[in-house]
C-alpha cells in the first residue's frame, strides 16, 4: 500500500468515525427506515404468500445455464496441477511430456503465464474480491499445499486431464508453520473484521467473574469447514481484444469484474461477467486463482476457455471456514442473571489474507451483562487462504455461547430457556443502541409450546431400548445488513409491464422471485407483468450476495428506482392528467399507474400516461440511499432453535430425531422459499455438529479429505423432521420491513444439538463434530 492509499484510508477510517458518533443523534426521520416503508402496511398483497421459484421450471428442464455450460467456437478446456508442498520453490517442473500428449493447446506455468498484477485482496478497496494478496503464477514460489503450479489447455476435457497428470514437479521445502500449536506458540495477533478490531471490553469482566457465586469456564472448538456446494467452481470465458467476456459462478459479479480488469490491466468497462445461475455460494461464489488463471491462459493461447474445477480443485483452491478455539466464561447470580460474559480464543488465516473467523460478532448483542469482554486473536499458518462461509462468526459461535449457557443452566438447576429470556437486553449490550426490532421472546414462547419443550426430562433419565433420547436448544442469530453500491433500472412500457434489473445474484435462494414480487407490489402490477433481470456486469451497481443482504440491498435500490421513477411519470403526465400539479412524495403505486396518496380518486395508469407522451417506455436509474440506518439502531435476526437427538448406548451413534426453528426475521416475503432456506441452514448447521470436518495434515499443510466420499455432509438418512415457525413481525426501520434469512438458519443448531446430546447421555461434547468416538 502506497503513502496515497494509507492517507486515503486514514481520512475514510476518521471520517467512519465521526459517523459513528453522530448518526445514533439524529433523529429517526433523518435516517433510511425513519419513516416506514408503504410497502409494511400491505396486508393483502403477494407479500407473505407462497410463490413458485421463477427459475425452478428453467432447472428442472435443463434449460438453465450453468457457468460450465456456456460454449465459445473453438474453446479449449483447462486442467490444473496442484503443488505438494506448504511452503517453499519449484524446483523442476517438467512439462515435456504433457507438451507432446494429444489434444494440448498449451502447457502454462510460472515461466511463460503473462505478467499478472496481483489481486487486490477482499475489503482493501470498494472494488477488491481477491483471495489473498499473493502474484498467481507468476514466479516459482509455493505458498499452501495446493497450489495451482501449472494450467494444461487442451480440445477436450480428458486430454486436459490426461495431460496434467504428466507434469512433474520437485520441490525446495522450507519451513513452514503448518501447526496450529506451533503457530500459537510463535504468537498471536488481535483479529480485525472486516476493518473493525475484534474486541469488546465493558467493565471489569475478570473480576466479576471471580466474585459471581455462579460460573462456567470452558473451551470449545470446531475444525476448519470446506465448501461444498453442488455446483463446484468454473468459468467459461473469452478475449475480444482487449475485452474479456467470463461466464462465471459469483456472488459479486461487478467487484470481481472490476478486480480482475486491474490484474489484467484493461478498464474496468472492458470484463463483462454474467452469472445468471450459481448452484450454491455460501461465501465461496467469489474470485479464485481458477478464474485469473483461465484468463491468463485464454489470452495466452488465443482461445475460449472453459474451467470447471473438480471436487478435489474447490478443497485445494477455494478457501472454507477456518478452526477456532474459544473461552467461554459466565458469571451468574443465583436467580441466573449474568455478571459477568467472556467469549475469546484464537482461530488461523494465512500470512496473506486477513479473514480470521469473528466468532464474536453474534455475542455482542446476545445477552445483557455489566461485565464483558470479547476478542479473537489470530495466528498465521501456511495454508490456503480462508474466507466466508455461511454466517462467518455467529455458526461457530453460537456453538461455543449456547453451548456455555446450557452449562450454566445445569449448574443454576434452570430451565435453559427461561435462563435466556431472564438475560434479555433492552439495548444491545455493547453499542448502547436500542434495537430496530427483537421479538425473540416471542420466539422462543411459541417456539417451545409448539416443540413440547415441558416434556423434556433430567439428563440420562429417558430411554427406549438401546436409545438414550434428549432435548436441547439454543439461540440463534445473525445481523441485519445493507451494503453500500446496490442500484436499480426500471422500465415501464406502453402495454404496461415492468423490467426490473439489478446486478444482483441467484443461487438457489429465489432472488429473482422475490424480487418481482416485490417490484410488483411496489408497481401496482400483477407479478406476472414485472420481469427481473439480473448477474451480469452491465447493469448498473453493486450488490453482493452475502451478508445475508441481497434482499435489502435490492429492495433499497427499487425504492430510489421507483421514488425517481414516479417523478418522471409525472412530468411525462403534464397538465392533462388526473395527477397534474402533485409531487412524487403525494404519489404513489396502484392497479398499474399513479395514485395520489391522499386521495385515491386522482390516479392514471403507467399506460395512459406513456400513450398520451408518444412514448413507448420511460426507463430510470438510481443508487440505493446510505445504509445509516446501521449506525442508528443495532439491527438482527434471531432465532430459537430445538432439537431432539437419540444415542445408541452401546455404539455411540448419534441421530438427530426432529428439529423446530422459530425465527424473528422481520417480515418474511415468500413464504415457499423462506421456509425453503431456514431448512437449508439448519440442515448445514447439522452438518456442522455431526460430521463436517476438514482433515488437515499438520505436518504437510494438505487437505486429506478433498472429496465427498470423505469429507460428510449430510444426506437424506441424515435429515429429520424440522419444522419451522416465524414471528413474521415487521421491522419498521428495514425496506420491506424484512431481514436476511439466508444466514440464520445454520446458527445456533450445533449448540441445540450438543445440548440435546448432553440431555440424552449426559456427557458434555465441547470440540466439533460429535462422533461416536467422543461419546462411547
Known amino acids: 500500500m502506497n503513502i496515497v492509499e494509507t492517507v486515503k484510508n486514514a481520512a475514510q477510517g476518521?471520517?467512519?468515525?465521526?459517523?459513528?458518533?453522530?448518526?445514533?443523534?439524529?433523529?429517526?426521520?433523518?435516517?433510511?427506515?425513519?419513516?416506514?416503508?408503504?410497502?409494511?402496511?400491505?396486508?393483502?398483497?403477494?407479500?407473505?404468500?407462497?410463490?413458485?421459484?421463477?427459475?425452478?421450471?428453467?432447472?428442472?428442464?435443463?434449460?438453465?445455464?450453468?457457468?460450465?455450460?456456456?460454449?465459445?467456437?473453438?474453446?479449449?478446456?483447462?486442467?490444473?496441477?496442484?503443488?505438494?508442498?506448504?511452503?517453499?520453490?519449484?524446483?523442476?517442473?517438467?512439462?515435456?511430456?504433457?507438451?507432446?500428449?494429444?489434444?494440448?493447446?498449451?502447457?502454462?506455468?510460472?515461466?511463460?503465464?503473462?505478467?499478472?498484477?496481483?489481486?487486490?485482496?477482499?475489503?482493501?478497496?470498494?472494488?477488491?474480491?481477491?483471495?489473498?494478496?499473493?502474484?498467481?503464477?507468476?514466479?516459482?514460489?509455493?505458498?499452501?499445499?495446493?497450489?495451482?503450479?501449472?494450467?494444461?489447455?487442451?480440445?477436450?476435457?480428458?486430454?486436459?486431464?490426461?495431460?496434467?497428470?504428466?507434469?512433474?514437479?520437485?520441490?525446495?521445502?522450507?519451513?513452514?508453520?503448518?501447526?496450529?500449536?506451533?503457530?500459537?506458540?510463535?504468537?498471536?495477533?488481535?483479529?480485525?473484521?472486516?476493518?473493525?478490531?475484534?474486541?469488546?471490553?465493558?467493565?471489569?469482566?475478570?473480576?466479576?467473574?471471580?466474585?459471581a457465586p455462579v460460573r462456567v469456564d470452558q473451551v470449545y472448538r470446531t475444525p476448519r469447514h470446506n465448501h461444498n456446494a453442488i455446483e463446484p467452481h468454473a468459468a467459461t470465458l473469452m478475449w475480444e481484444g482487449d475485452r474479456l467476456t467470463i461466464h462465471d459462478a459469483s456472488q459479486m459479479v461487478t467487484a470481481t469484474a472490476a478486480t480482475i480488469a486491474d490484474v489484467f490491466g484493461v478498464p474496468a468497462d472492458h470484463v463483462r461477467i454474467t452469472s445468471p445461475y450459481v448452484g450454491g455460494g455460501f461465501g465461496a461464489k467469489g474470485l479464485w486463482d481458477h478464474q485469473i488463471l483461465a484468463a491468463g491462459a485464454a489470452r495466452l493461447a488465443g482461445r475460449p476457455v472453459r474451467i470447471a474445477l473438480t471436487r478435489e480443485g474447490v478443497y485445494r483452491v477455494v478457501g472454507g471456514r477456518t478452526l477456532t478455539e474459544q473461552r467461554v466464561a459466565i458469571g451468574a447470580q443465583a436467580d441466573g442473571r449474568f455478571d459477568a460474559l467472556i467469549h475469546s480464543g484464537t482461530v488461523a488465516m494465512s500470512p496473506h489474507n486477513n479473514m480470521p473467523e469473528p466468532f464474536i460478532l453474534g455475542t455482542r448483542a446476545a445477552y445483557a451483562a455489566q461485565n464483558i469482554r470479547l476478542s479473537v486473536e489470530a495466528v498465521t499458518l501456511n495454508m490456503l487462504a480462508n474466507t466466508f462461509m455461511r454466517a462467518p462468526g455467529e455458526s461457530v459461535g453460537t456453538f461455543a455461547l449456547e453451548s456455555a449457557i446450557d452449562e450454566l443452566a445445569v449448574a443454576l438447576d434452570m430451565d435453559p430457556v427461561e435462563l435466556r429470556i431472564r438475560n434479555e437486553p433492552e439495548v444491545d449490550p455493547t453499542s448502547g443502541l436500542p434495537f430496530s426490532s427483537r421479538?425473540?421472546?416471542?420466539?422462543?414462547?411459541?417456539?417451545?409450546?409448539?416443540?413440547?419443550?415441558?416434556?423434556?426430562?433430567?439428563?440420562?433419565?429417558?430411554?427406549?431400548?438401546?436409545?438414550?433420547?434428549?432435548?436441547?436448544?439454543?439461540?440463534?442469530?445473525?445481523?441485519?445488513?445493507?451494503?453500500?453500491?446496490?442500484?436499480?433500472?426500471?422500465?415501464?412500457?406502453?402495454?404496461?409491464?415492468?423490467?426490473?434489473?439489478?446486478?444482483?445474484?441467484?443461487?438457489?435462494?429465489?432472488?429473482?422471485?422475490?424480487?418481482?414480487?416485490?417490484?410488483?407490489?411496489?408497481?401496482?402490477?400483477?407479478?406476472?407483468?414485472?420481469?427481473?433481470?439480473?448477474?451480469?456486469?452491465?447493469?448498473?451497481?453493486?450488490?453482493?450476495?452475502?451478508?445475508?443482504?441481497?434482499?435489502?440491498?435490492?429492495?433499497?435500490?427499487?425504492?430510489?428506482?421507483?421514488?425517481?421513477l414516479v417523478a418522471e411519470l409525472l412530468k411525462l403526465a403534464g397538465n392533462d392528467s388526473p395527477l397534474a400539479g402533485l409531487s412524487a412524495d403525494q404519489v404513489g403505486s396502484e392497479d398499474g399507474g399513479l395514485v395520489m396518496r391522499d386521495d385515491p380518486a386522482r390516479r392514471e395508469t403507467y399506460v395512459s400516461i406513456l400513450e398520451r407522451a408518444h412514448r413507448d417506455s420511460v426507463t430510470v436509474a438510481e443508487e440505493a440511499s446510505?445504509?445509516?440506518?446501521?449506525?442508528?439502531?443495532?439491527?438482527?435476526?434471531?432465532?430459537?432453535?430445538?432439537?431432539?437427538?437419540?444415542?445408541?448406548?452401546?455404539?455411540?451413534e448419534t441421530r438427530v430425531g426432529r428439529v423446530l426453528g422459530s425465527f424473528d426475521c422481520g417480515r418474511i416475503l415468500n413464504a415457499k422459499t423462506a421456509r425453503s432456506q431456514f431448512r437449508g441452514g439448519i440442515i448445514m448447521?447439522?452438518?456442522?455438529?455431526?460430521?463436517?470436518?476438514?482433515?488437515?495434515?499438520?505436518?504437510?499443510?494438505?487437505?486429506?479429505?478433498?472429496?465427498?466420499?470423505?469429507?460428510?455432509?449430510?444426506?437424506?438418512?441424515?435429515?429429520?423432521?424440522?419444522?419451522?415457525?416465524?414471528?413474521?413481525?415487521?421491522?419498521?426501520?428495514?425496506?420491506?420491513?424484512?431481514?436476511?434469512?439466508?444466514?440464520?438458519?445454520?446458527?445456533?443448531?450445533?449448540?441445540?444439538?450438543?445440548?440435546?446430546?448432553?440431555?440424552?447421555?449426559?456427557?458434555?461434547?465441547?470440540?466439533l463434530p460429535i462422533t461416536l468416538d467422543k461419546l462411547l
Open 439 to 564: 421479538h425473540i421472546v416471542e420466539a422462543w414462547r411459541a417456539g417451545a409450546e409448539r416443540f413440547g419443550w415441558a416434556d423434556r426430562a433430567a439428563p440420562g433419565t429417558r430411554r427406549e431400548g438401546e436409545w438414550l433420547i434428549g432435548m436441547g436448544c439454543a439461540t440463534g442469530t445473525y445481523p441485519y445488513y445493507r451494503m453500500p453500491g446496490a442500484a436499480a433500472r426500471l422500465t415501464i412500457d406502453r402495454a404496461g409491464k415492468a423490467l426490473v434489473e439489478v446486478a444482483a445474484h441467484e443461487m438457489g435462494m429465489g432472488t429473482s422471485t422475490t424480487t418481482a414480487l416485490v417490484a410488483a407490489e411496489r408497481l401496482g402490477l400483477p407479478i406476472d407483468a414485472v420481469a427481473v433481470r439480473y448477474a451480469d456486469t452491465i447493469i448498473p451497481g453493486a450488490i453482493m450476495a452475502g451478508g445475508s443482504q441481497q434482499t435489502a440491498a435490492i429492495g433499497a435500490a427499487v425504492i430510489a428506482a421507483h421514488n425517481a
Open 14 to 211: 476518521v471520517a467512519k468515525g465521526a459517523m459513528e458518533k453522530l448518526v445514533p443523534l439524529a433523529p429517526d426521520s433523518w435516517i433510511p427506515g425513519g419513516v416506514p416503508d408503504p410497502l409494511i402496511a400491505h396486508k393483502h398483497g403477494l407479500i407473505g404468500t407462497q410463490v413458485s421459484r421463477r427459475d425452478g421450471p428453467d432447472k428442472v428442464q435443463g434449460a438453465a445455464r450453468f457457468a460450465a455450460e456456456f460454449r465459445f467456437d473453438t474453446m479449449a478446456y483447462a486442467a490444473l496441477v496442484y503443488g505438494r508442498i506448504a511452503r517453499g520453490r519449484i524446483a523442476t517442473l517438467d512439462t515435456a511430456a504433457a507438451e507432446q500428449a494429444p489434444g494440448v493447446a498449451l502447457v502454462m506455468t510460472h515461466r511463460n503465464a503473462p505478467r499478472m498484477k496481483a489481486p487486490a485482496v477482499f475489503g482493501s478497496s470498494p472494488t477488491a474480491v481477491g483471495p489473498s494478496d499473493l502474484p498467481i503464477m507468476q514466479d516459482d514460489r509455493i505458498h499452501w499445499n495446493g497450489q495451482p503450479i501449472a494450467l494444461v489447455l487442451a480440445d477436450t476435457q480428458e486430454q486436459a486431464d490426461h495431460a496434467a497428470a504428466l507434469i512433474v514437479a520437485t520441490y525446495d521445502a522450507e519451513p513452514a508453520t503448518s501447526s496450529f500449536a506451533d503457530a500459537k506458540a510463535e504468537g498471536a495477533k488481535p483479529g480485525l473484521f472486516m476493518g473493525q478490531a475484534l474486541l469488546n471490553e465493558i467493565g471489569d469482566a475478570d473480576a466479576a467473574l471471580a466474585a
Open 685 to 767: 448447521g447439522l452438518g456442522m455438529a455431526l460430521m463436517e470436518e476438514t482433515q488437515f495434515d499438520e505436518r504437510s499443510g494438505r487437505i486429506m479429505n478433498p472429496s465427498l466420499a470423505e469429507y460428510h455432509v449430510p444426506v437424506h438418512m441424515d435429515v429429520p423432521e424440522i419444522d419451522v415457525m416465524w414471528t413474521d413481525i415487521a421491522d419498521p426501520h428495514t425496506p420491506m420491513g424484512a431481514h436476511g434469512i439466508g444466514e440464520i438458519g445454520i446458527t445456533g443448531v450445533a449448540a441445540a444439538v450438543a445440548n440435546a446430546v448432553y440431555n440424552a447421555t449426559g456427557k458434555r461434547i465441547r470440540d
Open 626 to 652: 446510505p445504509s445509516l440506518e446501521l449506525m442508528h439502531w443495532s439491527m438482527h435476526s434471531h432465532s430459537a432453535i430445538f432439537c431432539e437427538v437419540r444415542v445408541n448406548a452401546i455404539t455411540g
